[in-house]
């Protein structure tokens, strides 16, 4: 490649004077603070790892790194502003599995998924724990699943808002498990993580970021829902151990930009973003205590994984007819 560029400069010399004021044109970047947003409130797991990542992406990129949280329709309101924001490497997006489940849950969006955002990273993945708090007097998931038959609908679980992964999941639980439970949807995890501390609903059901550190607290884990045991948990039996076999499902964590953002800033971005998680401190805190196994994907892995999820996730909507708040 090198020895192809030298003899391309060799035979047009001529041409120099033209592509050097086009390379003096080009924007430096960045040119002033970058904005992540978040589109959950303050506290849950998707803020949790913004601001992980807030620190190392600042010394990477020079910059200050803003981080901009706007809650709302399970995600779906920030993720359009930054569809909707200009393509200039000044506005990026961090998500959770919500946002592979939204186009086929929420009619109208105001943006296409996959058109108008570009992947950046696969961050990380983590199973959601079936969790009850102390005061309730379930040991295991069999123990649960008995109440429940006996008495359909008495108990209750909560998740981040319908249509989210621990909704989806659940339901597909409940038609192989032969049982039912009330759904108690909140508006993000952070708003989850408050009601399971406070006892309002019998089975929080989130992944361990999620939950704000109350797993072995406040909350007792007795199930999680990957097809193996995470590290973190190796005790925990898997909800398809715990009687409810073919059940695997993981959350996970991702950044997007808008599209027709410069393949050169994504490409830097994604360089600070590598360089921010691969820190020692950030790794371990991903590790332990969030639970989340780091994958650090390309930006073509991500997307890749992600027409995956909106395929298999959005056809579960469609065939169990469920709808947003």
């Not at 989130?206 to 193996?228: C, D, E, I, K, W």
């Not at 993981?250 to 820190?279: D, E, N």
């Not at 890749?304 to 709808?323: C, H, N, P, T």
């Amino acid at each position: 490649m090198r020895l192809l560029s030298r003899r391309l400069l060799l035979a047009a010399p001529l041409a120099m004077p033209l592509a050097a004021p086009a390379l003096r044109a080009q924007p430096a970047w960045p040119n002033g603070p970058v904005r992540l947003i978040v589109p959950f409130p303050p506290g849950g797991s998707v803020d949790t790892l913004a601001r992980l990542a807030q620190p190392g992406l600042q010394a990477a990129l020079g910059v200050p790194v803003v981080i901009d949280n706007r809650g709302g329709a399970s995600g779906s309101i920030g993720t359009a502003a930054a569809a909707r924001a200009a393509p200039d490497g000044q506005t990026f997006l961090f998500v959770f599995d919500t946002h592979a489940v939204n186009p086929a849950l929420i009619p109208n969006l105001g943006f296409d998924t996959r058109r108008d955002l570009a992947g950046v990273m696969l961050i990380g993945t983590a199973p959601m724990l079936i969790t009850t708090h102390r005061s309730r007097p379930w040991r295991d998931l069999p123990a649960v699943l008995a109440a429940a038959r006996a008495k359909p609908e008495s108990i209750t679980y909560g998740s981040i808002g319908n249509g989210s992964l621990a909704h989806l999941t659940m339901t597909l639980m409940q038609e192989q498990g032969g049982f039912r439970v009330t759904h108690v949807p909140y508006r993000g995890g952070g708003p989850l993580s408050a009601a399971a501390a406070a006892g309002e609903v019998d089975l929080p059901m989130a992944t361990n970021a999620g939950l704000g550190g109350q797993v072995g607290q406040t909350l007792r884990p007795l199930a999680q829902t990957g097809a193996s045991r995470s590290v973190l948990f190796p005790d925990l039996p898997t909800v398809a151990e715990a009687g409810l076999p073919g059940v695997d499902a993981l959350a996970w964590w991702g950044a997007l930009a808008p599209a027709q953002t410069p393949r050169p800033i994504l490409t830097r971005f994604h360089a600070a973003l590598m360089q921010a998680f691969r820190a020692p401190e950030a790794l371990a805190r991903l590790a332990q205590p969030l639970g989340i196994d780091a994958v650090l994907s390309s930006p073509e892995e991500f997307e890749a994984f992600l027409d995956r999820q909106m395929e298999v996730w959005g056809q579960v909507v469609r065939e169990k007819g469920i709808r947003a708040d």
